[in-house]
């Protein structure tokens, strides 16, 4: 060996020790792959969260002028879901309204005569159950109203799955029906009204899920000298399906002390008795006149004006329990 190789040898061996130092490689190798691994998963944790935020964006330019196609179920019935291809809502009158469905709404056509307000649904059970939905008859006489489409007529099932049903699918082109779907609205929008009423005379309620009764067999209610303390008139419009269908507010009136005056004056002549109430020429059509009493015994008596031109009234819904008065008196209450 030369005398420069030996001179390198010595040099490498200063620098570089022949056996080198290998204690702790490997853990620290493994620590290093770990902290590359953790870098690796957030660098890959951003690029979803950016792509997630990206479709979101792309999806909400690409449907903002598209309506939503509901589930399955929905839990409030919109026009928008007039649109779509929802099962036909079958037709039976085994039971009541409210007890298969929780809503109706009517979506008019753009061109329809309607003048129906739009997005609101009758949901309350007494005014769904005054609804009829009752199909195409031969030789039955229809009111001259517009023929063909006019509207849908939208049902949520109690089980939340949503129905529709065409007007020319029901009975006269639909207009018995959407007739007494504007008196049930208007109906439900005054008792939620009065909800919020604080006088001290008595309220106006619903009168659609009021039937009469033929023998009660009660005594009469209003006996001759009866005095009355306070009193409300209401008007209840009720179905007239020879007219456009128009939402119509129950009108309340409270009655003044002169007015009071004019009913106990004729109480004081002639009280109720017990007879048969006059037949009605026609049907309970147009308006409903009712009054809500409460006598000076704190009793509360409700008189029911059911046949056109007439002046005589029945109390408490008893057909057997009947009382007339004179013009002056009817007119007092509100004829």
């Given amino acids: 060996m030369s005398d420069v190789e030996m001179r390198l040898r010595e040099a490498f061996a200063q620098v570089a020790p022949a056996e080198p130092l290998i204690a702790g490689l490997v853990e620290g190798a493994r620590r ?3 902290r590359i691994r953790r870098r690796r998963q957030v660098a890959a944790a951003a690029v979803v969260a950016v792509l997630v935020v990206m479709g979101g964006a792309v999806a909400s330019w690409d ?11 929905v839990t409030h019935l919109t026009c928008a879901l007039d649109g779509r291809r929802l099962p ?4 039976s009158d085994a039971r009541p309204t409210s007890a298969v ?19 609101e649904p009758v949901s309350m059970p007494v005014d769904l159950d005054y609804l009829r939905f009752d199909p195409p008859t031969v030789g039955r006489s229809c009111p001259k109203l517009p023929a063909g489409h006019t509207s849908r007529l939208l ?5 939340g799955q949503p129905r529709i049903l065409d007007n020319t699918a029901l009975a006269c082109n639909g207009w018995p029906a959407l007739d007494r779907y504007a008196v049930a609205l208007g109906d439900q929008q ?28 009660q005594a009469p209610a209003l006996p001759r000298g009866t005095r009355i303390v306070a009193a409300t008139s209401c ?16 009108r309340r009136r409270a009655l003044s002390d002169s007015d009071l005056a004019v009913l106990n004056d ?24 009712v009054l809500h009493a409460v006598t000076s015994t704190g009793t509360n008596v409700v008189l029911a004006h059911v046949c056109q031109d007439s002046y005589q009234l029945v109390v408490n819904w008893n057909e057997d329990d009947v009382i007339t008065f004179t013009q002056k008196t009817f007119d007092v209450l509100g004829g």
């Fill in 155 to 159: 049902f949520l099932a109690t089980n």
């Fill in 88 to 91: 036909t809502e079958p037709l």
């Fill in 190 to 217: 005054s008792t939620q009204q009065s909800a919020h009423i604080t006088d001290q005379f008595p309220k106006c309620e619903s009168i659609l899920g009021q039937h009469l009764v033929r023998d009660s067999g």
């Fill in 63 to 73: 449907f903002r002028d598209r309506a939503v196609i509901p589930a399955d179920r």
């Fill in 101 to 119: 469905v929780s809503e109706v709404l009517v979506c008019p056509d753009s061109a329809s005569p309607l003048g129906l307000p739009q997005g």
């Fill in 32 to 34: 290093e792959a770990g």
């Fill in 266 to 289: 004729a109480l004081a002549r002639a009280g109720s008795v017990w007879k048969r109430a006059q037949t009605c020429a026609g049907p309970r059509t147009g308006n409903e006149g």
């Fill in 235 to 250: 008007i209840h419009p009720v179905s007239w399906p020879d007219t456009l269908p128009q939402v119509l507010p129950v």
